[in-house]
């Protein structure tokens, strides 16, 4: 019952030249393998062990540090994963792309509030567009592995965009300009993915 590290759902440099090959093999064989072991570690004996991810994150408050992080971090990058894609980029379109407008105005200004999210996060975290109830869209960030799932988060709602801002999501290629990384990441949103969570 316990987690696993899923694969990677395309080639380490597929998401090349914005996202480099060995970046994307430390962040998922190292860093993403890291949490599910150090999960699995501090579930192993407790009360918790084998429970769903989901029911872990809605009662996160309750839970050790190592919970929150390390399954906070494998939630997130296995979500992360899948919203990009060698075939990504372009702009959403059908009901998610009518949401976007309704909720921001346009594409390029609710890429600007993501990007902003994401730029100001200080130190490492995510920045995320999420739907609530009604499908309402917003946009949020979170500091370290933290998410909109988990009842400790100040803004909740279900995710159905996040980017990581961690210095070890782009720090190969990028070093410092965060800014650089999150232009360039938009190239990769695997915008059908974004679609599908968005229903
Ligand atoms: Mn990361």
Redesign the pocket.
């Known amino acids: 019952m316990a987690f696993t590290l899923p694969d990677l759902p395309y080639a380490f440099n597929a998401l090349e030249p914005h996202v480099d090959a060995r970046t994307m093999e430390i ?1 998922h064989d190292k ?2 393998a890291a949490y599910v072991n150090n999960l699995n570690t501090a579930l192993q004996g407790t009360e918790h062990e084998g429970k769903s991810l989901e029911e872990l994150l809605a009662n996160i408050g309750k839970l050790p540090p190592a919970v929150r992080n390390n399954g906070g ?1 494998h939630w ?2 296995t979500m ?1 994963w899948e919203i990009m894609s060698p075939d990504g980029g372009g702009e959403p379109t059908g009901d998610l792309a009518s949401q976007i407008n309704k909720d921001f105005g346009s594409f390029d200004e609710m890429k600007k509030q993501f990007g902003q999210a994401g730029v100001t996060r200080f130190g490492s975290g995510w920045a995320w567009l999420c739907a609530d109830d009604k499908g309402n869209l917003s946009i949020s960030s979170t500091p370290n592995q933290d998410n909109p799932l988990m009842d400790v988060a100040d803004k909740k709602g279900r995710p159905i965009l996040c980017l ?1 801002v ?1 210095e ?2 782009y720090y190969l290629n990028y070093q410092n300009r965060r800014p650089d990384y999150i232009s360039a990441w938009w190239n990769v949103v695997n915008w059908k993915e974004v679609a599908k969570r968005f229903k």
């Open positions: 962040h860093h993403h971090g997130n990058h992360f990581d961690w070890h999501a």
